[in-house]
Nanobody
Framework: QVTLVESGGGLVQPGGSLRLSCAAS????????MGWYRQAPGKSRELVAT???????NYADSIKGRFTVSRDNAVATAYLQMTSLKPEDTAVYFC???????????????WGQGTQVTVSS
């Protein structure tokens, strides 16, 4: 079982910055992908950014150039550094992982509870 603990959400003014953290715990052989999705009111959950084990990131076009995803494999933690925040970034942000309990197992996935990010004047 994988537990994801998120932190760093809150209220910020347009143009400001926030840093989200997601710590994964459990008896996991390998976390292949870590990252972030978000869901605004009345909308579907959408990709924000992911990062693979080797450190290659993938970003949604809407945030590319403003957000940076990273991970610290030693402590199984992912980060999302958000800068130049816009009101349209307001959403619940969810941590996401793809992992294997055994090296030969297919990938499973897990979601965090979500943390609110509000960008407003």
């Amino acid at each position: 079982q994988v537990t994801l603990v998120e932190s760093g959400g809150g209220l910020v003014q347009p143009g400001g910055s926030l840093r989200l953290s997601c710590a994964a715990s459990g008896n996991i052989f390998n976390i292949d992908v870590m990252g972030w999705y978000r869901q605004a009111p009345g909308k579907s959950r959408e990709l924000v950014a992911t990062i693979a084990q080797g450190g290659i990131p993938n970003y949604a076009d809407s945030i590319k150039g403003r957000f940076t995803v990273s991970r610290d494999n030693a402590v199984a933690t992912a980060y999302l550094q958000m800068t130049s925040l816009k009101p349209e970034d307001t959403a619940v942000y969810f941590c996401y992982v793809e992992y294997r309990l055994l090296w030969s197992s297919p990938r499973a996935n897990s979601w965090g509870q979500g943390t609110q990010v509000t960008v407003s004047s």
